[in-house]
Each structure stands twice: as C-alpha cells, then as structure tokens.
C-alpha cells in the first residue's frame, strides 16, 4: 500500500462482518494518519473503535450525486470502508463512474460469494457471479438461460432467496439447490442448503448470498417444436412455424444488439426462441390480442424463458418512449398499418434493423418501397414450409 502522504483522493478498504474487523499494520497506519472517513452505517458500527477520536464520518446513504458534491468539498484524502472487496459490485465502481478523475487505492477482503464457497469448501472455477441487489432479474435470468451450473447470487431485501426460489421454479428450473449464507463472519452466521420449493417457504436474514448449483442438467433445444407451444383457441395454425421462425431469428442478426420489439408477439414464438439463443437481450413483446396474457406467459414459463416484457394493447396507442429504444425489430403483425408502423419506429431510431415475414405482396411492397425511400437496403429470402403459403423474410437495415 503507498503511503498517504502520496496523492490518493479515496483509500478503499474491504472489510469482513466480523464483531471486530481484523485489519493489517498498513490499514492500521493509515486510519491513524487519515481524519475524514466514510462509509454505510453498518460500516461505522465495525469500525468507530478504530477511528482517532476527532474524526469525520461521512455516511454513504441516500442519493450518490449528494455524496459525490459532499466528497468534492474534502481537500484531503478520504478513507473508505467497504463490505469485501469494493469492486466486486462495490463502491470502488461507483466512485470511478462518478468521480472518473479521482485517485484510489483498494485493500480488498473476500467478498461474500467468495466467502459462501470458502466455508461450503465449493469449488467456484466455473462461478458465475451476478447481482440483483437493487436491480432487475436480467442477469439471473441470463445464468439461468444459459444453464450455468454454479451461480453466485447478490440478493437484497425485495429479491430474497425465497422470491428467487420461486421466479426458478415458476420458470422451471428445479435442477439447482439453493445455499444461502447468512451473516457471513457474524455473530449470527448461518449457511444452509435447501431445495427450492423449501426455500421458497422460508424467510432469511436480509444480510445474505446465495449459492445456485446445478444437479443435473436441463436440454435446451436448437428449435422449439411448434406443437409444444400453446396456440391461440381454435388456431393452432397460427404460430410462426419453427423453421422460418430460426430463419427469422438468424436475420435478426442479433448477436450484437440489445434491445428487440416483438411487434404483433401472438404466442410469444419469435420472442422465446430469441431470448433462447441470445439471452442478453432485452425483449419486449407487443400485442393486441388480451387473450394472449396468459398464452405468451404461460409458454415463457413451459420454455424456461423469464426476462421478456409483454405488453397488451393496441402497439398505436402506446407512448413508445415509455420503453427501451430498440436497435432490432420484428414484425409479426401490423393490424393492416404496416407503412404508419415503420415509420413510428423508424423515428424513435433511425438505424434500426427491421425484420418481417410476410405472406401477402401488398405487406412485401409496403415493406420494401417505405423502407427503401429512408435509405435502407432490403434483402428477402423466400420460405415455404409443407403446404402452407409461402413466407418472405424481409430484412432491413440502413446503407
């Protein structure tokens, strides 16, 4: 560690839940040199005893741009105290994203996850790590989709270990036992492993991890077949037929993008198979049909696929900028205002990918003439599955 006499706007130090942090000669040394400090409240309590007596305590609590102009006003070098390591979904990051120019210097602990499988003796080569502590499920669900078989979990006090028992098992993956460490280092350290449908009927200490490890392996199919999903009533024909559904999706080209519109979802077919292979993805899926609620939810969950918005309405009465601009668009139903649809989109983003299957010449010319006067190149590419009519894929994208 440098001294801090040199110039470091922030000293990091990662410390453990222990009643009484064990920190070496060199964190000792430079607490005692330093005067202002910070840190969460938790963080005061293990530490206060260490501090000189006439110290500043700044509380790391509320909004960050307040703590941020509250850090700016400091001219002399301020020591943090942080749980584990400060860049593992830490402090350490926040500072760097808002104080970009700030110099640091970190001594990090283990973090918790680290920890979890420290005292579980797990073998974490294979880890994969993600948080959901005040955020959304997307990277969970991305594990999961991607049948990673040791998942290291962040939770909160909203996403417990019991809510994510239940959102796996809703989406069917009960191949994982859950071990949830609680109060790692504390007095009150508990670890347990569980199965899901046990977890999702206890309640945990707010202060704790989890660990999600595969105990056997779950098939994920390179084409979902079309009669495995439930259809529309009375139209069991109306589905996007599996191979111009994995034609469509290869169009798409979505390996790099971020964000996909279903627009006119139906059963959801097109979005699922997407989310399948590129789980990364944001989707969201559009469509008019009320019926449809509970058809697209129900195959996002017989096709363990979690992660896709589904909105129900009609897609010209929404406030589009209500959601995440897409970069990639499929259309699989327009409701007879194709050229109107287009456009709306193309406004929002100009350089979106457009991709649609039609059956009809008026929707094909619609597609191609619209499209080509806003300086886009059309390819197509002709389909046609057993007896039914022939499909053009109709893909987008600007010169």
Known sequence: MRLIKKHIDFYLIGISNHPS???NDDVLKLIKEATVFSG????YQLVKSFLPENHTWIEISGKMDALMNQYKKITTTIVVFASGDPFFYGFGNTLQRLLPNAKLSATPYFNSIQLLCHK????YNTLKSVSIHGRDWSALD????????LIGVLTDNKKTPAEIAKRMLQYGFDNYSITIGEALDGDNEHIEQLDLVSCSNKTHNNLNCVLLKQTSPKHKPFGIPDASFIPLTNRANMITKMPIRLSTISALELQNK???WDVGACT????????????????????????CTDIIQQNTARFSTPGIDIIIDDFFNLNLNDFEIPDVVFIGGHGGRLKELLHLIHQLNPAVR???NAVRENSSKIF????TKLNYIINTSVIQVNQHNKISIHTAEQK
């Open 21 to 23: 942090p064990k920190l």
């Open 40 to 43: 969460g409240k938790r963080h």
């Open 120 to 123: 579980t003796q797990t073998n």
């Open 268 to 291: 959801g077919s097109v979005a699922i198979e997407a989310k399948q292979h590129f789980p990364h993805l944001k989707i969201v899926a559009f469509e008019k049909r009320t019926e």
């Open 142 to 149: 991305e594990a999961l989709i991607k049948r990673n078989e």
């Open 258 to 260: 971020t964000v996909l």
């Open 368 to 371: 191609t003439e619209e499209l």
């Open 354 to 356: 457009f991709v649609t």
